[in-house]
C-alpha cells in the first residue's frame, strides 16, 4: 500500500474538490475545444488522483473507454468509490502495466513537473498508437484573493504553522514536490525532444468566484467549502507531516477555528455582503502527436 501523496502532499478531500469544482461541466467546451480528441477511443488519465478529472472525461466522452491510474492507494480506493463504473488502477507513471501502443490518448493534470522528464514523456510515447494524442495539462499562476474573513489566522495558528515549517518544507524535497516544473517555453521543447510533433499550446482560466452573480448558491457554495476542506486537509496531514510536533487537541483548535471562519463567510454570502474573494486557475494545455 502507497500512500504518500495522499498523507503527506495533498489530501483526498483538497483535490477531489477542486478539481470537481475547476473540470466541472460548466467548462466542458472550453476543455474539449483545447484537447480536440475527435473520435479516440482508449484514453488512460496518469495521475489520476480521486478520479473528479477521469469522471468529467467519461462524462464528455461517453463512447471512449477512460482508465485512471494513480500510485497513491488511497487515491484509487476514494475513485473506485465515487465512480465504480470507471476502471481505476493503481500504477506508476514511470513504468506504466501497459503494452506498447494500447491507447489513443494519454491524458495528465499537473503531474508532469513531480517526474523526470525521460520518464515522464517516454512512457506516454510508449503505450501510445501511431498518431496518438498525449495532453498535459499544467498549473500556471492565477490569482487567488481571500476574503478577509477567511485570512485572518489567530497567534495560536500562526504559531504552530511556524514550529512546523521546516518539516513541511522536508516533505517537499524529500518526494520531489515540483522538482521538475518547466517555463511555458520550457515544456513545449521538452516534450519535442521525447519524440512528439505538432506540438501546440493552449491556456485556460476557471474563474471561482463564490459573489460572481452568475453562480447559484449551490455553486458559491461549493466554492467556499473547497476552500475550507483545503485547510483543514492541511490541518489534519500536520499527523504526518509533523509526528508528534502538535497536540491532537491542537489540530481540533485549528479545525475549529477554521470552521467558524469558512461559516462566517457563508453568512456574509447569506446576507448579501460580497468579499469578491475569488480563486481563478490558468491552466497551460500542452498537445503533442506521437
Excluded at 495539462?137 to 487567488?144: M, T, Y
Aim: hydrophobic share 35%; with cysteine; proline share 4%.
Amino acid at each position: 500500500m502507497n500512500t504518500i501523496w495522499s498523507d503527506y502532499v495533498q489530501k483526498i478531500g483538497t483535490l477531489y474538490f477542486s478539481r470537481t469544482l475547476r473540470f466541472s461541466d460548466e467548462y466542458k467546451e472550453k476543455y474539449m475545444s483545447a484537447f480536440r480528441l475527435d473520435d479516440k477511443k482508449r484514453i488512460l488519465e496518469i495521475g489520476c488522483g480521486p478520479g473528479a478529472l477521469t469522471q468529467s472525461l467519461t462524462r464528455w466522452y461517453p463512447n471512449a473507454e477512460i482508465i485512471g491510474i494513480d500510485r497513491d492507494t488511497a487515491f484509487i480506493q476514494f475513485a473506485r468509490q465515487q465512480a465504480p463504473d470507471i476502471k481505476f488502477m493503481e500504477a506508476d507513471a514511470t513504468v506504466l502495466p501497459f503494452e506498447d501502443g494500447l491507447f489513443d490518448v494519454v491524458i495528465s493534470n499537473t503531474v508532469q513537473e513531480h517526474i523526470e522528464p525521460s520518464k515522464f514523456f517516454g512512457e506516454q510515447f510508449r503505450v501510445l498508437k501511431p498518431n496518438g494524442i498525449c495532453i498535459v495539462l499544467s498549473a500556471r499562476k492565477g490569482i487567488n484573493i481571500i476574503a478577509d474573513c477567511t485570512a485572518q489566522q489567530s497567534s495560536f495558528e500562526e504559531a504552530i504553522w511556524r514550529k512546523v515549517e521546516p518539516f513541511c518544507q522536508n516533505m517537499d524535497q524529500e518526494y520531489h514536490v515540483g522538482q521538475y516544473a518547466m517555463s511555458e517555453s520550457e515544456l513545449p521543447s521538452v516534450m519535442e525532444k521525447y519524440g512528439f510533433h505538432q506540438i501546440s499550446t493552449d491556456y485556460l482560466t476557471v474563474n471561482l468566484t463564490p459573489d460572481n452573480p452568475e453562480n447559484s448558491k449551490e455553486l458559491a457554495y461549493a466554492m467556499i467549502n473547497e476552500q475550507r476542506q483545503t485547510n483543514i486537509d492541511a490541518v489534519n496531514s500536520l499527523t504526518h507531516v509533523a509526528p508528534g510536533v502538535v497536540k491532537q487537541e491542537e489540530i481540533q483548535e485549528m479545525k475549529k477555528r477554521i470552521n467558524a471562519r469558512y461559516d462566517k463567510r457563508i453568512e456574509l454570502y447569506n446576507a448579501g455582503i460580497k468579499q469578491w474573494d475569488t480563486s481563478m486557475s490558468l491552466t497551460m494545455v500542452l498537445r503533442g502527436i506521437k
